[in-house]
Nanobody, 114 residues
Framework: VQLQASGGGLVQAGGSLRLSCAASGSIFNSAAMGWYRQAPGKQRELVAAFTRGGPTNYADSVKGRFAISRDNAKNTVYLQMNSLKPEDTAVYYC?????????WGQGTQVTVSS
């Protein structure tokens, strides 16, 4: 299983970034795909995730600013991040949750300057 995340970078507050995560085809269609983040000194937290047959979940702190989407033809999940704030600075991880466990990508750094 491979999850390849990209799209991170340095952006000013108020700016936008789009993260991409390409997943191997064997898992993409069966997993609940999502994004998590981990800031220095903090625990990893959910940002946004699809659920299996249920609603899309968003962290309260990103509702209205971030949007998760997927392109099944490309086995890719995206995270559009708008109105970025310095507190959004973190390493962002793509995840694929399946029965019995979860797979993680390598992470991509997002830094928002004030």
């Amino acid at each position: 299983v491979q999850l390849q995340a990209s799209g991170g970078g340095l952006v000013q507050a108020g700016g936008s970034l789009r993260l991409s995560c390409a997943a191997s085809g064997s898992i993409f269609n069966s997993a609940a795909m999502g994004w998590y983040r981990q800031a220095p000194g903090k625990q990893r937290e959910l940002v946004a995730a699809f659920t299996r047959g249920g609603p899309t979940n968003y962290a309260d702190s990103v509702k209205g600013r971030f949007a998760i989407s997927r392109d099944n033809a490309k086995n890719t999940v995206y995270l559009q991040m708008n109105s970025l704030k310095p507190e959004d600075t973190a390493v962002y991880y793509c995840s694929a949750v399946v029965l019995g466990g979860a797979f993680w990508g390598q992470g991509t750094q997002v830094t928002v300057s004030s």
